[in-house]
């Protein structure tokens, strides 16, 4: 039900000095005249007051009035600055229930301002991306996001293939008219090529800054003795991992987050690959499999002073753009590309090396880009759709191409919501704070 009056805590439930407590609906006005000494409202306006339960006083606050139309969702909606304790907010969140509100469910005050046509669906994903975000560069992109990035993104590519359909069905429905353009194969062919071109670009260019945004899985892989747990050490700047001479030390997965200049490593150390009839070094061994599985990127450790077949066996094994192979122990011999010494910190070449890597993709924080793994998803499905249309060319008449075509398009659609499913909407703002 959209037009009832809601109200939640938005502010984080523990004790501090003030918290908020928020309404949206047609009755948030009458509600806070029967609750406080308010009586005439003013939108957009502050007032200060008393929140009082049957003639009592409960607390003294602030209390802002939006008016519906310029407000969060739309709707009228009230703010209760009220104290922070956690008790005197409960107090204050129960007279409104008392009153005839009802207790909004997470994100519902944002689902709203989305409904009611304030913002669209990606401008939606970024406020719940900036309330989490954790850096910089996340916020940076959350804030973005929530000025239409998106939309300035896709709108180019919506607009021509709107156009083009168009002109199919004008074509299929007027074939009398001759004065549009006959949408042949060949007219076609050269739109969608560009148009899968660009939706390439999009995911790439997301899928590249999402590592970037949120880190890349990194795990560090090698032999037993080579120094992994060394170059985490190094690299987290603490000793977190177990160093010892003793082949097997890593057993468990030992985790930890860096930050390089360009780039976030959320760091995975385990135990030497190795044939063992030890259990409890095969589980560990059995779990790097596992981490490796989900990994954006392999720190392969080898130990320059004695490179053997095991080593090579790896290499092998293993090469590919996700690998960088780390010659340790640089202290005892020099080799390789990348030559660190792990025991003595001295890992200069490998961290040089990764903000190199990413120096670029670091810009993407500045571009328009799909924000989140909802939106890409979407558009994976629009290149999916329009590569069967470009395969179908020559094949099939241009009736059936306009349905392709048709589908690509209502994917885009969906990553701004402008024709929304219910409850991929519902899923979607379930993920949200109270009170947001
Ligand atoms: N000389 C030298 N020894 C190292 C270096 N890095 C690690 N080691 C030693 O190699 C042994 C194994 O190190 P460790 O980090 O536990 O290796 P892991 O089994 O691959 O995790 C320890 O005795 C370390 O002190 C290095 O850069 N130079
Ligand atoms: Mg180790």
Not at 82 to 105: F, S
Not at 238 to 259: H, N, Q, Y
Not at 347 to 369: P, Q, V
Not at 412 to 419: F, H, P, S
């Amino acid at each position: 039900m959209l037009n009832d009056t809601i109200c939640a805590i938005s502010t984080a439930l523990k004790d501090g000095a003030i918290s908020i407590v928020r309404m949206s609906g047609d009755e948030s006005f009458d509600i806070i005249r029967r609750i406080s000494d308010v009586k005439k409202i003013s939108a957009n306006t502050i007032v200060y007051s008393h929140i009082r339960d049957e003639g009592k006083i409960v607390d003294e606050v602030l209390i802002s009035f939006f008016a519906a139309g310029k407000s969060y969702t739309k709707e009228d909606m009230v703010e209760i600055n009220c104290h922070g304790g956690v008790y005197v907010t409960r107090l204050i969140l129960n007279l409104l229930l008392k009153n005839g509100c009802r207790l909004a469910e997470p994100g519902e005050f944002t689902k709203r301002a989305y409904l009611n046509g304030r913002i669209d669906l990606a401008e939606a994903d970024s406020i719940n991306d900036l309330i989490r975000a954790q850096s910089m560069i996340q916020a940076r992109s959350a804030i973005r996001g929530m000025n239409g990035s998106v939309q300035h993104l896709i709108d180019p590519l919506m607009a021509e293939m709107k156009d083009v359909i168009a002109m199919i069905e004008v074509n299929i429905d007027y074939p009398e008219y001759e004065d549009e353009t006959e949408m042949t194969d060949e007219v076609l062919a050269p739109y969608i090529e560009k148009w899968k071109a660009q939706c390439e670009e999009m995911i790439d260019k997301a899928e590249r800054f999402r590592l970037i945004k949120d880190g890349l899985n990194t795990v560090i892989i090698g032999k037993p003795n080579v120094g992994k747990s060394s170059l985490l050490n190094a690299l987290l700047q603490k000793e977190k991992a177990i160093v010892t001479d003793i082949a097997g030390t890593t057993r468990d997965l030992v985790e930890g987050k860096v930050s390089l200049k360009n780039v976030t490593l959320n760091l995975i150390d385990t135990a030497g690959i190795r044939d063992t009839k030890e259990e409890i070094e095969k589980i560990g061994i059995e779990k790097t499999f596992q981490a490796l599985e989900e990994a954006d990127l392999i720190l392969l450790v080898v130990d320059a002073s004695d490179i053997d077949e095991e080593d090579e066996a790896l290499m092998r094994k293993y090469e590919g753009k996700n690998t960088v192979i780390v010659y340790n122990k640089s202290d005892l011999v020099k080799k390789g590309e990348i030559s660190i010494s792990a025991r003595d910190h001295d890992i200069a070449s490998l961290t040089d090396y990764l903000n190199e890597r990413y120096k670029e993709d670091i810009d993407l924080a500045e571009e328009d880009i799909l924000n989140n793994e909802r939106q890409i998803a979407f558009m994976k499905m629009c290149y999916d759709e329009l590569k069967t249309a470009y395969d179908h060319l020559g094949y099939v008449t241009t009736d059936v191409i306009v349905t392709d075509l048709d589908a690509a398009y209502h994917d885009l659609c969906q990553i701004l919501g402008k024709e929304y499913q219910e409850d991929l909407i519902d899923h979607m703002f379930r993920n949200f704070c109270l009170g947001k």
